[in-house]
């Protein structure tokens, strides 16, 4: 059963490759157009049997992992990389996401859409502690890294609304 959405940047360019679609179910690339990974979110259910898609070390098991395709060469939000999240790269994934909660009957909240920063650093124990992503948004600088799940929740919330 479906119980979350984690939130990824792939740390590669700006279009899918066929390595990442065997960790992320959805990828959305610069443009924003969103393309499926080679598993299904109800693959996720079980991750018992190696067929999943493992996006989130510790956290796989009923999670969706949604993915910017973006942010190769990022270092700081000084030094960025030739590949930053784009603003409409960033919304399309915000209006996707409210259409997986939407589908999957997912109610916004801070267990259900989160980052894959924000389940590493609740869960210390498992091998997502210490990702980076999402720690940055490049389209908005202002927010900061432990306010950025704050700040995708209520951008999937006010998409939610509109549909």
Known sequence: MVKRIILHWSAGRYYPSEFEKKYYHF?????GKVYKGNRQPEDNDNCSDGEYAPHT???NTGSIGVCMCSMYGYKSPKNQGDFPIRKIQFE???KFCA??????????????VFTHYEFGQANPQTTSF????????????WVGKNEIGAFIRSKVQWYLEKI
Do not use: F, H, Q, W
């Not at 990828?27 to 443009?31: F, K, V």
């Not at 210490?130 to 600088?141: E, T, W």
């Open 27 to 31: 990828l959305i690339d610069a443009n």
């Open 57 to 59: 070390g510790g956290g």
């Open 92 to 94: 399309a994934c915000m």
């Open 99 to 112: 259409e997986l909660c939407k589908k999957y009957n997912l109610k916004v909240s801070k267990d259900t």
């Open 130 to 141: 210490g990702k980076i992503d999402i720690s940055y948004l490049p389209p908005y600088p």
